[in-house]
């Protein structure tokens, strides 16, 4: 499991991760296309919702890293777009710190006063361990090279394929959006190109189901079509506060923050698969601190990870030990 014992500072470019998922839900530009509509739009209603942002995913992936000492995001919180994420920023106590747009050409106003607040942030609290930079920008990469000289430990995250390269060589570790427990990423969309008139008709492709057997083509197909286990993301009751869920879905909940917990204590070292209990359990406060086995009927977090099918637990002397199976 990351290093837990530090404390963390979460600055999202909440515009740039929006933008950027939509555009790989929906393919390249996408966004800048579609943004002229009104949120209320049937067809643009639906294709927000196709690519909506898992906050907690990130959140939780920062605190496998210690306390949570601020999160703040940064956009125009009065664009209809951003609204729609009212539920899960304040299920999270996300700090929203409001951009109004001074002019057309204004469009670094985010990165400019989120890099002051990190840098001022900084300063002001010196016992900041951990410094979490949710963007794609290579703007970013002078901050993530002054919060490393300054000692802190620097994470970057941003959606694969359009983050910048030097931002992820800039930070100490880098992880994608795509990749955190509970994301599920998209299948391949792309709008059809408009025909020009001086081209000559073609054949439309045949459709990806008609791929030849172990193509790439068809592996990627069956891979999108294959059913996923259950994740955070597919439940909405997983938004707001566990002491708030209703009591027939609080075991549902609970078995989802639990694998969330034990994909995140794992990570990419196959060595390390068997995790401490008490950890696991710290960690699993950490991304929502109103959890207790308790409130679900077990006298002790160990009868409540035995109780889940799809973990595995032995003992090793005093120790608890427990893994996905």
Known sequence: MPESSGRVAVYLDFDNIVMSWYDRVHGRNSYSRDKQKLA??????????????????????AASFGTLVLTRAYADWSSPVNATYRQQLVGRAVDLVQLFPAAAYAKNGADIRLAVDTVEDMFRLPDLTHVVIVAGDSDYVPLAQRCRRLGRYVVGMGVA???????????????????LPGVT????????????????????????????????????????????????????????????IPPEDLHSAASRLLERALRLGKGNDDDAEWLHTSAVKQHMRRMDPSFSEKTLGFRSFNDFVTSRDFAEVRENGHERLVRLK
Do not use: Q
């Open 185 to 244: 990423a998209p299948s391949k969309k792309t709008r059809p190109a408009a025909k020009s008139p001086e081209a000559p008709e073609t054949p439309e492709p045949e459709p990806a189901a008609e791929a030849a057997p172990g193509t790439a083509r068809s592996r990627r197909s069956s891979r999108a079509k294959a059913p996923s286990a259950p994740t955070v993301t597919e439940e909405n009751d997983t938004l707001v506060p566990f002491d708030e």
């Open 40 to 61: 209320d739009d049937p067809e643009f209603a639906a294709r927000l919702a196709e690519a909506t942002i898992d906050v907690g995913a990130i959140i939780d992936y």
């Open 161 to 179: 394929g359009s983050t910048a390269k030097s931002l992820a060589a800039a930070c100490d570790e880098f992880e994608a959006y795509d990749t």
